[in-house]
């Protein structure tokens, strides 16, 4: 009987242990072999590269927070801690070289902001005057540890950046011209390089919010950004279609900023087919910004025109303006050109190593690395793009192509 008995606990006991360990492998499997969805990008274009360089796949790092779960996990000592912020420290200097080395064009920006006073004053012409202080540091939106977290936060950087620049250099630029601000106007200042900019005064007074277009823009098309900066309370409702241009800068500076940026990114993560990656799927959302806010201006043009149009004449035949923004729009459609051609280009090169494959389905860019099955992939664009692409090439806006041509 006891015999019996033992040979019943021994069973349960090696049945338990085989239990715990095919499920356990099976998990293993699973979560190696790619077939995670959850996984982020960063853990994806980390394992592109292991694999590229010929190793089998393995589970990347989730974060570079330790699991609190962990009660084994090492304490966060003062050396410890110091090591994190020298290395923090070194890859800031990385991606500032980088940013003045690949994009002079950011660079020359962020330094000219970096050079205006901490306060400035000028007089209006109606005999007040108007002062304002810098109340963000040039680097302040440059966040996280690693080369590829600073580098995707350096694009972010340069946006909010070109915002404060877009309001602060308007006072040296009326200096230096020995002009006086306009009452009752929004004043902005347009940088699209070293040598090219625009500086814009018009009156406030012949804007409307942009919030007004929630009653012509329908549901279908209302996409990410509609509520920012069509339904809510960002500077596009007191400055109107100026403030529309506003974001249309900044977001056209940081995607200029990302796609300058790709062999930094390769550098970044190690090798080309995850730098692509880790490029693609940092640069698709700024990419995708410019045709929201393509339709977003229309939009305000076309009400303008038809609810509006003593204050329409005067914005489009305010040169100023409509130069600005038909330069944007021109240079914004041309890098989202240019960045799918780059895209093609890179991928012929990867598939002509032939160590990784990359092919594009469905607006999806994927990569596949060695003898791996797994592709990983990225869009190319935000949803958004394929919204709207069929109202922005309908004839919609045909009663203002005239004064504003492509």
Not at 355 to 378: E, F, H, P, Q, Y
């Amino acid at each position: 009987m006891k015999l019996i008995l033992k040979l019943v606990i021994l069973g349960i006991v090696a049945l338990f242990v085989f239990n715990y360990s095919e499920s356990h492998s099976i998990s293993l499997k699973d979560k190696y072999s790619g077939n995670n969805d959850s996984w982020t990008g960063p853990e994806i274009a980390r394992l592109l590269a292991y694999r590229e360089n010929g190793n089998e796949p393995v589970a990347t790092e989730r974060s570079s927070v330790p699991d609190m779960r962990n009660i084994n996990r090492p304490p966060f000592t003062a050396d410890f801690m110091k090591e994190r912020e020298l290395q923090r420290s070194a890859n800031v200097s990385w991606v500032k070289t980088a940013t003045r080395t690949y994009s002079p064009v950011s660079w020359f920006m962020l330094m000219q902001y970096d050079m205006l006073p901490s306060s400035a004053e000028i007089s209006v012409d109606d005999g007040s005057d108007f002062s304002s202080q810098k109340t963000t540091d040039t680097f302040h939106y440059l966040r996280g540890r690693t080369r590829i977290d600073l580098l995707e936060s350096m694009e972010k950087n340069v946006h909010e950046i070109s915002h404060c620049y877009f309001s602060q250099n308007v006072f040296r630029y009326l200096r230096e011209n020995n002009m006086k601000m306009a009452d009752g106007d929004v004043c902005g200042y347009i940088y699209i390089s070293p040598s090219r900019s625009f500086y814009i005064s018009f009156p406030e007074k012949a804007l409307f919010p942009s919030h007004d277009l929630a009653a012509v823009i329908p549901e279908k098309l209302r996409t990410y950004r509609f509520t920012p900066y069509i339904d809510g309370s960002t500077s596009t409702q007191n400055d109107g279609v100026i403030g529309l241009l506003d974001e249309l800068h900044a977001y056209y500076l940081g995607s200029e900023y990302c796609f300058d940026m790709l062999e930094p990114y390769k550098t970044a993560a190690g090798t080309d087919a995850a730098g692509l990656f880790e490029w693609v799927n940092h640069s698709q959302s700024s990419m995708t910004a410019f045709y929201e806010f393509d339709f977003f201006i229309r939009e305000y043009l076309l009400y303008m025109k038809q609810n509006h149009a003593a204050d329409y004449d005067m914005l489009r035949s305010y040169r100023p303006f409509t130069e600005s923004y038909l330069t944007l729009r021109h240079l914004y459609k041309e890098l989202t050109d240019k960045y799918q051609d780059r895209i093609k280009d890179e991928m012929k090169h990867l598939n002509s190593s032939r160590n990784s494959i990359a092919r594009i389905d469905k607006g999806w860019l994927w990569v596949r690395v060695g003898k791996s099955n797994v592709s990983s992939g990225t869009p190319i664009f935000s949803k958004e793009r394929e919204l709207l692409m069929p109202v922005l090439d309908s004839r919609r806006y045909r009663i203002i192509e005239d004064d504003f041509p492509d």
